[in-house]
């Protein structure tokens, strides 16, 4: 967890220069996508490739449904019910295609975030400006349909915004597709890897 003002997109960059890695493909999921859509705004140049799956960004109002999740979440922690916090997590997130071990290891994953955040010193984010319009790497963007209809409206919304993106709809996936049913998602995000690795035809 951040001790002093921090900004992930920079902590990306900063990471990336540490391993000597120039132009990468980036995948992120979620809040991860949020990251990864603003360090390809940021730094167009250094990404080949952006797959946003059931992104976070701030493209639009947040719904009812993704409000009244926020509060009852926080009403949650507030209480110290963090078994109820861990269980809210999982039933509004993980979709009816993931196994009972899925369902497992995203709750203790929860549960460890929760740990290790409520632990943690408040530190503030510090805001950059981009633009999305920027964005110059391919880009993959799918939404789950069973997830959250705030999710599903940023999808759509992002794949408008960033030129040329490409927006696939997953009928069975709810908010962690990759996680859901990997047997099905992995060929998505294979295939739009692979044709970003093949050369260009004539």
Known sequence: MPTAPYNDADDVRELLDSLGMGR??????????????????RWPDRVSALALLCPAADVREKTAAVIAFGQREEELIEAGDLDGAVALN?????????????RDLVA????????????????????????????????????????????????????AIIPDA?????????????????????????DFLAATEAPASS
């Open 24 to 41: 990468v493909n980036l995948v992120g999921s979620s809040f991860g996508g949020r990251i990864a859509q603003q360090f390809a705004a």
């Open 166 to 190: 490409q927006l696939v709809e997953l009928d069975w996936a709810g908010h962690l597709p990759s996680l859901e049913d990997p047997d099905r998602f992995n060929p998505v995000l294979l």
């Open 108 to 159: 203790e994953m929860q549960r460890l975030a929760f740990v290790v955040q409520l632990a943690a010193p408040e530190v503030e984010e510090v805001r950059a400006d981009f633009d999305l319009k920027n964005i110059s790497a391919r880009t993959l963007v799918v939404p789950g349909l069973l997830d959250l209809d705030f999710f599903i409206g940023t999808a759509s919304d992002l794949a």
């Open 90 to 102: 999982v039933d509004t997130f993980v979709g009816p295609a993931a196994s009972a071990s899925t």
